[in-house]
């Protein structure tokens, strides 16, 4: 009988994470991924019944780390200025420090197993969330708006930095490096824009 | 049922199709042997798996090719 190898089933989240990133959804298949993590496709198939099997596995894993990292530290009766900071920092760190797996987590959202992940992934995620941004309108910290709204004002301008830093500015030659500094002055703006 | 003893079985075959599919789904859920089953359809082996706590590949070749379809353990 084959029994269930840690180091191994390490390897091969890796791999598929690689693969996701690299060519996609799409792009994905059972046999690139036992090539890529060197083991037989029948030990794959040990671990996985099927591809849709493993992107769901894999993504609702992506998920819970993403959700941790982000409400490390993390209340939803904080402040707007505190909470967003701490947002602000622990969002740029999980895009900075785990690259790959934020990406592949992107690619996985928009697959047909996003809905499935993102709603088994990350529950108690989005109601901190929300509990946060009320307490805010509640304490007249925030100006009501659309959740849209809010969300595009208060991160958008946070992705869209980690978007430069790694895929490259639009001023095209010239590399452009996030840092602390920039993330904080940003974010004083967007602090003040949010203001009732 | 304790999933310990539990193992499983993984087999190419030349059922490629979702009509082929549906020729082999009748033996495969109704065995008493047979916990779980699934065909990978999008794969180039067409791989079976089969979870089972006593049945062996040839009992499931034996399954298989009884239906029409041919499958062997996949390396």
Redesign the interface.
Known sequence: MRTRNEQKELLVKEKAIELLVRDGFEGFGMQKLAKAAKISPATLYIYYSDKDDLIKKLGVELGNRMSEITLEGFAGTMSLAEGLKKQWENRSKYWLEHSKEAMAYEVIRHSPHGQYVTSVAASHFKPVMKEFAHNAIRNKELRPMPFEVYWAIAYGPLYTMVKFHLEGSPKGDKHFAFSKKLMYEALELILKALKP | MTTAEQ??L?LKSNISTYADLLQVRHPLDHHPGITRW?I?L????H?I?IVTPNLSVSDIQEIVNSNGYQCS???
């Open positions: 193992k499983v993984i699934n990978d999008d794969d180039c082996d791989v798996r353990e996949l390396e």
